[in-house]
């Protein structure tokens, strides 16, 4: 055989392939941008955009107290979100996600006001009754063959009745349980924001450092130390940033104080870390990754396909089981309406915002914090401007179909500069 | 000619009301490759999948190594040292080189996948094969040409100790300098000793690098033959109508 052996425009040794320095880093990222990857970008940018209209339209916005306000507002939506994107990551949908959190509302509030059970016997039966909705979700889907679309629709329907069921047609539970109302009503004592805020930068910064020197100590190739330094010294900015924020006094009350970090924002920070340690670190999330992206390869390859799905139905369900605590804390109580009208589609739009495609395989759960906290804003300042509902249904519409088209657009760059 | 590494005997397969393979035979021997021809629909890639654990076999022996041996999974399959590269590329598009090398088998530490040992092994097993055309095992598989993907499902099925490759056409996409690649990694992994089936509709290509033939014909094994025994006009004979001269199928009836 006398062969052509190179293909000119890339024929180049796997080590002479580096991009030195950051210039090449930077041109790096800008190619993939380009390509149809574009990340958190939307999603940051929608964040700096909303800032600047709302701060300028009303400058309460851009206050202590809101920014309070917003972080326990987005916790719900961000939570549930998270949850939607391990069934959106394998091209699925469920559209039951809303009013399974208000299912296991009503058993949190039965369970607490009705029973007189301690918190956490109230939260393990909001969980389990997530868990066993999700494994019927993903029985159907993966099992039975019927689109998730059509199960989760029938699911939304089936929920809201059942919400009503066991709400005895409608009345409302009031849940007084002192350390479910904590986690959507009270702050750390500034002290531990800061304490918080320190472990996670440092915690941050060890594990990127580890990284680089198990790559390094491998002869791998590793990021730019300016890279590294950047992302962490970003991320202590930030994190102090909004600690120094939320620490100030925001009560009018001199007799009063109400200051420090959400209780919120500790817990869906571990979610955050959870949930992103189990789809990039473990064999499982790999899995959860192939699947979406190509079912039949994944089977080749010899996962258990089914399983997978299943577990991603029961994954969603159960943070929404976490949602709908939220939810029931947030309101100090649980009526009809928990989890219902708009819960879901803020959920959607909010992993799709942050860059979870709807058509599988791309996608993080950091998405639904960020792309969460894009939706409350436009909520929140929305409500500040005084629009009325019918703008604010049309406008989250609008910002909906915006994050979709993006993700639409981004996989036909992505499809042509293949 | 030693033990065979691969010997299928007699093996039957039906989708519902349609055979589409019948009492095939199939050998192949290590250090070989055996090019697999046949029309379109003659039941290439449905043997290629019966032998990788796809589909379950109807009936037939399947050894290897000259021991019988059963296999119902693509796992089974894989810890038998057989691996396949499917016409319809099985890679996942949105995982990158390494990710797709090592699907179903990460390297892990504990709970966490151990990301620098797979990225180290996934290198090597491309430098092995001489494979200089990707720029970074770190490329998402939705960036790269037809041949660089082509490249990368080949070196999946190489890194697993495997000592059986099939290749169902592996060059059908690809232009005339990326064949040619392609078509010399398969030598060569026939030359480091592992028994490769090669599936193409390419003469040249199978005559380039084919040290058997074996030839399908409406789901029947019409001849298995040395490839400098043969020539391509024979080869194209057994490929349209199962016969050619001596060689082939016996007329119709006495075949079965
Ligand atoms: N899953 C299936 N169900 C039913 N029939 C099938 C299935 N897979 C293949 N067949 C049939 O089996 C026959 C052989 O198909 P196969 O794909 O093995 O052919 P092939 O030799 O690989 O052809 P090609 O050269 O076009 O790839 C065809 O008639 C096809 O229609
Ligand atoms: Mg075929």
């Not at chain 1, 955009?49 to 309460?60: D, E, Q, T, Y």
């Not at chain 1, 047609?169 to 702050?187: A, F, P, W």
């Not at chain 1, 939810?327 to 879901?344: H, I, M, Y």
């Not at chain 1, 950091?366 to 436009?378: E, K, P, Q, R």
């Amino acid at each position: 055989m006398s062969a052509v052996t190179k293909e000119p425009a890339t024929a180049v040794a796997p080590q002479a392939a580096r991009d030195e320095g950051i210039l090449g880093y930077l041109r790096g990222y800008g190619q993939k941008v380009r390509g149809g990857d574009m990340g958190a970008l939307p999603a940051v940018l929608g964040l700096l955009v909303l800032c600047v209209v709302f701060g300028l339209a009303r400058p309460v916005f851009l206050t202590a107290p809101n920014f309070a306000n917003l972080l326990t507002q987005a916790g719900p939506v961000v939570v549930i979100a998270m949850g939607l994107v391990f069934v959106l990551l394998l091209g699925e949908i469920d559209l039951s996600a809303g009013y399974t959190s208000g299912v296991c509302a009503a058993v949190l509030a039965i369970m607490l006001t009705t029973h007189g059970y301690p918190w956490y016997v109230g939260v393990a039966a909001a969980l389990a009754t997530g868990l066993v909705i999700g494994l019927l979700l993903g029985f159907l889907v993966a099992k039975v063959g019927i689109p998730s679309f059509v199960v989760t629709l029938a699911a939304f329907l089936g929920f809201q009745g059942t919400v009503l069921w066991l709400l005895d047609e409608g009345t409302n539970i009031s849940v007084r349980d002192s350390v479910i109302i904590s986690l959507e009503n009270e702050y750390l004592s500034p002290a531990v924001g800061w304490g918080l805020a320190a472990v996670t930068v440092l915690g941050f910064a060890a594990v990127q450092l580890i990284q680089q020197r198990n790559r390094r100590r491998r002869g791998l190739k590793a990021d730019l130390w300016q890279v590294v330094a950047f992302r962490v010294i970003g991320l202590a900015v930030l994190v102090g940033f909004a600690v120094a924020i939320l620490n100030q006094e925001r009560s009018r009350n001199p007799l009063f104080s109400l200051k420090g970090v959400p209780i919120i924002v500790p817990v869906v920070g571990v979610l955050l870390l959870l949930w992103t340690f189990v789809l990039r670190r473990t064999a499982y999330g790999r899995h959860i990754y192939a699947v979406g992206g190509n079912k039949e390869a994944a089977r080749r390859a010899g996962i258990a396909v089914d399983r997978i799905r299943i577990s991603a139905f029961v994954i969603c369900s159960s943070m929404a089981a976490v949602g709908g605590v939220l939810l029931a804390s947030q309101a100090r109580s649980v009526d009809p309406n928990t989890g219902g009208s708009n819960v879901l589609l803020y959920a959607v739009a909010a992993a799709v915002i942050g860059g979870t495609s709807l058509f599988g395989g791309k996608g993080r759960v950091l998405d639904a914090v960020l792309g969460g906290l894009v939706i409350t804003m436009i909520i929140n300042g929305m409500g500040l401007v005084g629009w009325s509902s019918a703008y604010k249904y049309i406008a989250t519409g609008v910002v909906l179909l915006l994050a979709a088209s993006v993700d639409a657009f981004s996989r036909r760059r992505a499809a042509a500069s293949s | 000619m030693g033990t065979p590494l691969l010997e299928l005997r007699g093996i039957n397969k039906s989708f519902g009301p349609v055979q589409v393979l019948r009492d095939v035979a199939f050998t192949v021997q290590p250090g070989e490759v055996t090019a697999l021809v046949g029309d379109n629909g003659a039941g290439k890639s449905t043997l290629v999948k019966c032998i990788g654990g796809i589909y379950p076999i109807d009936s037939g022996d399947y050894l290897i190594e000259g021991k019988q041996v059963s296999v119902h999974s693509p796992r089974d399959a894989a810890q038998l040292g057989v691996e396949i590269v499917y016409q319809d590329l099985a890679l996942c598009d949105n995982l990158d080189i390494v990710q797709n090398m090592f699907l179903g088998r990460e390297r892990r530490s504990g709970m966490i996948l151990d990301e620098p040992t797979m990225e180290q092994l996934a290198s090597e097993t491309l430098a092995s094969l001489s494979v200089r055309t990707v720029k970074s095992v770190r490329q998402q598989v939705s960036s790269l040409s037809g041949g660089q993907r082509q490249t990368v499902a080949i070196a999946k099925a190489v890194l697993w100790n495997s000592k059986l490759v099939i290749l169902d056409e592996p060059t059908a996409a690809l232009g005339v300098a990326q064949t040619a690649q392609v078509l010399e990694l398969v030598r060569r992994l026939a030359d480091n000793g592992l028994a490769v089936v090669l599936i193409s509709h390419n003469m040249n290509d199978v005559f380039a690098v084919s040290d058997r033939i074996a030839a399908l014909y409406l789901g029947r094994m019409a001849a298995q033959v040395k490839t400098t025994d043969v020539t391509h006009a024979q080869v194209v004979e057994l490929i349209t109508s199962g016969r050619s001269g001596a060689l082939g199928l016996a007329e119709e009836g006495a075949a079965a």
